[in-house]
């Protein structure tokens, strides 16, 4: 099968750009340690059906094929996060992280009636958080409620919160990530307008955000989701997508201790162009600047989120 193949008789969203095969070779190596903290498995179709409320069909991106990128990139570990195709059905990410020697932590999507029984099993698994998406192309929006209800169920096991949303809709709802107990990551920086100001009153409400919530975390990835004018990690470019640097060098700069970083393979929804994932990484020390906080970026603070035991 080739490698953008959906399997068990699914068909892929029209349009669907499949991961990049045959990445290069990172320039910048990456230290011992590195974590992916943000990536995500894709059935296979055939062994790990797609959810039927599910907003796309993504190509197969399985997990032998996350390990091998793992590899290939430098990376030593991975955090694979639920993709809103799988909605709350995990099987397809219990299986990888079963499969990964312990090299790999999970973040699921879990509904309100979820039992402490389902949730023991996902930790033994491998997983210490729940992911809450409001991004509304690809979920139908959970009311809060709901959500307040699952976070007093996973606060016992010391797990964490996962939020996705967009950067126009974090003024509605400011108030009740703020009141959120646990620790909390925003994925992809809030996902700001990269043609606005960094300095101004948009990206300045996510850093207040950060800064009022010492439990608040980010990721500092996609910038290949988030650039307008790139340049794209593509043809050997190792100075891609310039146009989001200064947002998230500004996060890394000020939060060096609250900020990870993720590939996000292979890539859900782009539809402009998919990137080099070695290239990829050689945007990584635009942003980490210094050897200090390259490391903290890719080593300390994912080993203290998802490794706290320092296995
Ligand atoms: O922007 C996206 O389309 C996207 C989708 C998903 C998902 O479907 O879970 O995850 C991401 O991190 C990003």
Redesign the pocket.
């Given at each position: 099968m080739a490698h953008g193949d959906t399997s068990g008789g699914f068909e892929k969203t029209p349009g669907w750009l499949d991961w990049y095969d045959g990445p290069s070779k990172p320039a910048f190596r990456l230290p011992a340690g590195a974590v992916d903290a943000?990536c995500?498995v894709f059935g296979p179709g055939a062994q790990f059906p797609y959810a039927p409320e599910r907003k796309y069909t993504p190509c197969d991106a399985s997990a032998e094929q996350l390990f091998a990128l793992r590899d290939h990139l430098g990376f030593d570990r991975n955090v694979i996060?639920?993709?809103?195709?799988h909605g709350a059905d995990n099987r397809a990410l219990v299986d990888a992280l079963r499969r990964s020697d312990g090299r790999a932590r999970g973040v699921a999507t879990v509904r309100r009636d979820v039992t402490p029984e389902q949730l023991a099993e996902l930790h033994e698994a491998g997983v210490r958080g729940v992911r809450f998406?409001f991004?509304k192309r690809?979920v139908d929006r959970v009311p809060t409620d709901s959500l307040a209800e699952i976070v007093e169920k996973i606060r016992p096991l010391g797990w964490h919160v996962v939020i996705?949303f967009e950067a126009e809709d974090l003024p509605e709802l400011y108030d009740f990530f703020s009141q959120i107990p646990t620790d909390v990551v925003v994925?992809?920086m809030g996902r700001p307008d990269v043609t606005k100001d960094p300095d101004g009153p948009e990206f300045g409400l996510f850093l207040r955000f950060m800064r009022e919530n010492p439990n608040v975390w980010t990721k500092v990835s996609c910038p290949e989701?988030l650039s307008v004018s790139g340049p794209r990690a593509l043809n050997g470019e190792r100075h891609a997508y310039t146009d989001v640097v200064p947002f998230a060098r500004r996060v890394v700069e000020e939060f060096p201790d609250r900020v990870l970083w993720g590939t996000?393979w292979p890539h859900?929804?782009l539809k402009d162009h998919m990137p080099d994932d070695g290239l990829l990484v050689d945007y990584i020390p635009q942003i980490a600047t210094t050897d200090e906080l390259q490391r903290k970026l890719l080593v300390d603070n994912p080993a203290r989120l998802y490794w706290p035991e320092g296995a």
């Open positions: 943000h995500h996060v639920q993709a809103t195709c998406n991004v690809l996705y994925d992809h989701r996000d859900p929804n």
